[in-house]
């Protein structure tokens, strides 16, 4: 897709049409992988659906760079892969990347949008909690933690929210009444609201919270959330699988109900949590949307969803698993370029979903470039907001620090846990700003990157032309584009080093560079 193209069409409102399959896909044809593509093969075949042809080397390590990391190849990353002409370089790269300390941060931040994970109003966890809660979710990413052992722990613990970071998962909730505990812990474990079920199954979940108690200390902000010990008649409680329970004085009813929880029988754990990946890195879940799971919203693949289910519960909850059977899959690793309507191509997983980079992710990617950090601010310092400019957005821990680009590219303010928090929908505000911010124009100006990459060409159009294509698209210009931004330079008049930054003001400004393709 040509950028120059892709920027007209921008300023235009004219959807621009590939000219080839270059740079973008292989011309080889779907060829299934592993039990993933078997099975989304079958239900293509059932409804008359041509998949899409794998995608190019340079759009796979660039997507699965973003999908894994939250961040975008150095061009000598690209130039290795492309250059490597081993036939498992795909897998291989799945694996390092999945070891990564950045595998971490990425996923952090997306388990914080999830857990709410935010110092100021309305979730109130306060700055030290904010980072103790933080680095506990961090840390069990980093080492893989099994699944069922990271929701348990958040249950279960009691104690210090200071120095019990999990009990956190009780503070980080708007209300502290047991249904509102309820309704938190069905989102988050079940991917179920449980404004859809009936009034007595929601009182016989509450019932397992009802006993969730708070009390302050004496140091500043600290609270300890633990289970009520005063003497109580026996608890009548209802599993949402609508068996009954009684729950004696000496049992702690959310031991009980993550015994329940995270049992391999149970027929919400597993499958919410796998859709939920699927849909991180598919771009919609299997059930969809991946937190309205619910008898009328069934999956679009049965089979798959129970697939990934066995698979999680056979590899003892390593979600790490779950992302190399989804990665490493032909389903994953199609173009984004459909063979069929597009809305029902995307619904069903015939192709790879465009979508719009997260906005801390685009902000990272312009500051990589450009060199020159962000920066952020809390409208309610507590007791005092500092965050170095340097920071990647991706690991700002607290959702109440922010910064205006993030606000306008739709960051989630992390109040309520629901994936649609997160808004990832084009603005005409948006668009305005990559084509007319004096911000962009700054970075691009002064990159200290643009001025090494100059350089290292030593006054060559068509290599300074080929890095900067690397570094923001992260693959090479085709013929025809470097023939126009050759062109350019030289029928413009204007010095190389200007022509040089209108060039990677056109690329920062297509599609290829804002989203995922």
Known sequence: MCAWILYLAMITGQTPQLGGIPPFESGAGFVSANRIDDLMTSMWRDRGIEPANPCAGEVFIRRVYLDVIGALPEPAAVRKFLEDQRPQKRARL???????????????????????????????????????YSRWIHDGLKNNKPYDQFARELLTSSGSNFREPPVNFYRAIQGREPSAIAEAAALTFMGSRLDHWPEDRRAGMAAFFSRVAYKKTAEWKEEIVYVDPAPHDPIDAIFPDGTPVRISQEQDPRQVFADWLISPDNP????????????WLMGRGIIHEPDDIRPDNPPVNSELLACLEKELIASNYDLKAVFRLILNSSTYQQSAIPKGPV????????????????????????????????????????????????QRSITLADGSITSPFLEMFGRPPRDTGLESERNNQPSDAQRLHFLNSSDVQRR??????????????????????????????????????????????????????QAAEDLAWALLNTKEFLYRH
């Open 268 to 279: 919400w754990f597993a499958r919410a949590i796998v859709n939920r990946v699927w849909s």
């Open 94 to 132: 799945i694996d390092a990347l999945l070891k990564r300390e950045a595998f971490a941060d990425y996923w952090t931040m997306k388990w914080c949008d999830l857990l709410r994970v935010k110092a100021e109003f309305p979730i109130n966890l306060w700055p030290n909690a904010v980072q103790a």
């Open 343 to 390: 809305p029902e191509a995307e619904a069903l997983f015939a192709c790879y979903p465009v979508r719009r980079l997260e906005a801390e992710v685009l902000m990272d990617a312009l500051c990589k470039f450009s060199g020159a950090g962000e920066g952020y601010s809390s409208p309610i310092p507590e007791p005092f907001t500092f965050i170095p400019k340097n």
């Open 444 to 497: 691009i100006v002064q990159s200290g990157r643009m001025k090494q990459l100059l350089k290292n060409s030593r006054g060559k159009p068509a290599p300074a032309v080929r890095m900067i294509y690397l570094n923001l698209l992260s693959r090479y210009p085709t013929d025809e584009e470097l023939s126009t931004a050759l062109k350019y330079r030289n029928d413009s008049g204007i010095p190389p080093r």
